[in-house]
């Protein structure tokens, strides 16, 4: 009867220990794999339509700084989006780009330049232009 009692004690804690053991491990991947983050979900729909919607000013911008530069969507960056007035359908915003320009298809990164942009809904304004 003790044998059996301490039998089941045994692998009472052992099963325990397993399923705490393989909680915390699969609790452990999916933190890691949320943290490596590919440019295929970075550049998620809505993330593309952005910088997409903002391109004319973000153009307009970059060939007045620089006559000659361009810039990818790809190596766009969305630093910020940023609600300035609080609650529902309240549609003002801020948000912050980092563009890396080039000059020529082929040519290496000529340097960022941030733009920030007041989006509302009657249209796009470039706030602050950082080099």
């Known amino acids: ?69 361009s810039y990818s969507f790809f190596d766009a960056e969305i630093l910020e989006v940023k609600r300035l007035t609080g609650g529902y359908s309240h549609y003002d915003f801020i948000v912050k780009v980092k563009y890396d320009t080039y000059t020529g298809p082929y040519n290496p990164p000529q340097g960022p330049i941030t733009i920030t942009f007041h989006v509302t809904t009657e249209g796009v304004s470039v706030v602050e232009i950082q080099k």
Not at 21 to 33: I, P, Q, Y
């Open 1 to 69: 009867m003790k044998n059996k009692q301490i039998t089941f004690i045994s692998i009472s804690i052992v099963l325990v220990l397993t399923f705490f053991t393989s909680g915390v491990m699969l609790s452990n991947t999916g933190k890691t794999e949320a943290d490596k983050v590919s440019a295929e979900e970075k550049h998620s729909d809505f993330y593309d339509v952005l910088l997409v919607l903002l391109d004319p000013a973000a153009r307009k911008v970059i060939n007045k700084e620089y006559a000659n530069r």
